[in-house]
C-alpha cells in the first residue's frame, strides 16, 4: 500500500504534467486570429465601414441625431458643452444629454480615428 501511495505521488509530481497543461502555441494564435476578424477590428480597417458605423449610431433619438453628426460638430467648432452641441447639430440635448456629455470627455471614437 505504502509503494503505490509513493507509486502515485511520484506521478503526480512528475514535471511533465505542466508541459502537458499548458497551452498550445497555436491556441494563441488562433485567440489572435479571433481579435483580428472581430467587428471593431473590421471597422477599424475600413474608412467606409468606420464612417457607415458612426452614422448607425444614433445619439439623440428624439431628432435622429447620429454620433458622426455630433463628433464632427465637436472636432469642427471645438465644442465642450451640451448647449454648443445642440446649437451647431440638431441633437436636444434632453435624455440624451448623458450620452452627448460622455462624447465630449471622451477620446475619439474607434470608428472617428479609423476615417480620419
Ligand atoms: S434623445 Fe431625446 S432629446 Fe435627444
Known amino acids: 500500500m505504502v509503494k503505490l501511495v509513493e507509486e502515485i ?3 503526480l509530481s512528475n514535471p511533465m504534467w505542466g508541459q502537458l ?3 498550445a502555441p497555436w ?3 488562433a485567440k489572435a486570429m479571433e481579435r483580428l476578424q472581430s467587428p471593431v477590428v473590421a471597422i477599424a480597417r475600413d474608412p467606409a465601414l468606420a464612417e457607415a458605423a458612426r ?3 444614433k445619439i439623440c433619438f428624439c431628432n435622429t441625431v447620429d454620433l458622426g453628426t455630433i463628433e464632427d460638430a465637436i472636432y469642427a467648432h471645438g465644442l465642450t458643452t451640451v448647449a454648443a452641441v445642440t446649437e451647431h447639430t440638431k441633437a436636444v440635448g434632453g435624455c ?3 450620452r452627448i456629455e460622455g462624447i465630449l470627455v471622451s477620446e475619439p471614437s474607434v ?3 479609423a476615417v480620419e
Request: proline fraction near 6%.
Open 21 to 23: 497543461r499548458r497551452p
Open 9 to 11: 505521488d511520484e506521478s
Open 96 to 98: 440624451c444629454q448623458r
Open 55 to 57: 452614422r448607425a449610431r
Open 27 to 29: 491556441e494563441a494564435l
Open 111 to 113: 470608428t472617428r480615428q
